[in-house]
């Protein structure tokens, strides 16, 4: 290779790194700790019993299948997600964060494995479950390091075949449709995505061997009855785990039912893949414009 040659694999080279690093910081891998002013505000909700009740009642439903029961970050969900959910009993982490701070998250969800509860909970709910948090931390400091929860076998009893012919007892009508969203966007999205195109969840591209199946390909859920879509959801397949210990047989029934209405919803690239290929085109054009200036510069 002549110096010239070298020079411009060497700038285009610098380009495409410095175009990596933008995508990854535009796909939301900026850390922050939340407005100044946030951190200050203070809890209107008084701790005490009732709100501890109310808090772990929160916490329970919305937050136990990652951060666990014991708010040791080991919930059944854990295994699955690339950034381990918080540890509430690190006495240390949790005397660096005020209650506002903690609020704060809990709305707008950190990094890509936190959703935010900004449209799930009320704020008093989450100030609710900001003391319940408090509560678990001094509580369980003084115990030892826990055994991480191993990964429960999937084989079990239960054979697809008993479940083929299952009838689905959840009617399709639009409470079903509502339960089953909300379960597929704490539970499904990230690897099957947008209408379960298995092409933008966070988790798609990058953890999986192969990308999780389009389920809105007809091919795919017309040859599966409800019983047998059920039967996956519960005890996994593949890469795909299990999601029977934290979602109850009803859930799991409404999401059976949402999924089916993916059915058919054509592959919308106007959205993130636009904004990458305006990217990649500006790459391109840089790289055309090196090669030029550097040609005219001989
Ligand atoms: C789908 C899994 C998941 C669910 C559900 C979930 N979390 Fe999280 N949470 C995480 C992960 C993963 C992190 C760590 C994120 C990071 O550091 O990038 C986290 C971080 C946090 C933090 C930030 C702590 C810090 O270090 O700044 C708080 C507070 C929190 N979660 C509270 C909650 C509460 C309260 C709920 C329920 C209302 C909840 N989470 C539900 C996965 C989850
Ligand atoms: C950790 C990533 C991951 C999560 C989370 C996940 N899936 Fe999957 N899913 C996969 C993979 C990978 C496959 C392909 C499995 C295989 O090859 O056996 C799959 C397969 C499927 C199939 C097709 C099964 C078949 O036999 O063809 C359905 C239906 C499905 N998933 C629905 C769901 C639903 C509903 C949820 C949420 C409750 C969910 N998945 C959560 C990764 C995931």
Not at 81 to 104: A, C, W
Not at 150 to 169: G, H, I
Not at 269 to 278: I, L, V
Request: glycine share 8%; charged share 25%.
């Amino acid at each position: 290779m002549n110096r010239r040659a070298v020079t411009v694999t060497f700038a285009i080279m610098l380009v495409l790194v410095v175009a990596a690093t933008q995508v990854w910081a535009s796909e939301g891998h900026a850390e922050g700790g939340g407005p100044a002013e946030v951190s200050s505000i203070a809890n209107p909700q008084q701790m005490n019993a009732e709100s501890l009740k109310t808090g772990m009642a929160v916490y329970e439903k919305n937050c136990s299948g990652c951060h666990g029961d014991s708010g040791r970050g080991d919930g059944p969900l854990a295994n699955s997600l690339l950034e381990k959910p918080t540890d509430f009993t690190n006495v240390t982490m949790m005397e660096e964060h005020s209650d506002g701070e903690l609020f704060y998250k809990i709305k707008e969800g950190v990094g890509e494995y936190m959703p935010a509860f900004e449209n799930q909970l009320t704020e008093n709910d989450m100030w609710h479950v900001v003391n319940y948090l408090r509560s678990i931390a001094p509580e369980l400091a003084a115990q030892e390091e826990p055994v991480l929860t191993e990964e429960k076998e999937t084989t079990s009893m239960a054979s697809p075949e008993e479940f083929r012919t299952l009838e689905n007892p959840v009617s399709n009508d639009h409470a079903s449709f509502t339960g089953g969203k909300e379960v597929y966007k704490l539970y499904c999205y990230r690897c099957h995505g947008e209408n379960g195109w298995g092409n933008n969840g966070s988790y798609a591209q990058s953890a999986l061997t192969k990308p999780a199946p389009d389920l809105s390909d007809p091919a795919l859920l017309r040859k599966m009855t409800d019983g047998e879509l059920f039967y996956t959801i519960k005890f996994g397949s593949g890469e795909m785990l299990s999601h029977g210990e934290y979602l109850s047989d009803e859930e799991i029934w409404q999401t059976v039912n949402y999924i089916r209405t993916f059915e058919g919803k054509e592959h919308d690239t106007t959205t993130r893949e636009k904004s990458n290929t305006t990217l990649y085109g500006a790459i391109l054009l840089i790289a055309v414009l090196i090669v030029f200036f550097v040609k005219r510069r001989r």
